[in-house]
């Protein structure tokens, strides 16, 4: 809240206007400390349950990993096009606009 609408709600709740803004500007502090406190608690929550999962599940999710495939990007111009396409050694398949190697039979 702007200054301003504090000490004007001050004026309305109390006769002195100093109390009533102190008093105010209090209950936003108390407002922003519950906020936080609780966004805090969420978060480690959050983290001991990661610990928890990970060490749980750490070996069984190494055994699954698979290597990823390597894409080369399809390249823009025409030049380096056709030099990838003389190659005679390897065949270059274009699928889902990039490029895939494939071993020639």
């Known amino acids: 809240m702007k200054g ?12 002195n206007w100093k109390i009533g803004y102190f008093l105010l500007q209090l209950k936003e502090f108390l ?3 519950e906020r936080e406190a609780s966004n805090n608690q969420r978060r480690a929550d959050e983290n001991r349950y ?4 990970g060490n749980l ?5 190494f055994k699954k ?3 990823k495939k390597h894409y080369v990007t399809r390249p823009e111009t025409k030049s380096f096009e056709k ?7 390897n065949v270059f398949k ?9 071993e020639k039979n």
């Open 94 to 102: 274009v699928t889902m606009g990039k490029w895939k190697k494939v």
């Open 50 to 53: 990661k610990e928890e999962e």
């Open 4 to 15: 301003q609408q504090i000490r004007k709600k001050a004026m309305k709740n109390s006769s």
């Open 83 to 89: 030099r990838w396409e003389k190659n005679e050694k």
């Open 65 to 67: 990993k698979k290597k």
């Open 31 to 33: 407002k922003l400390g």
């Open 57 to 61: 599940d750490s070996m069984e999710s």
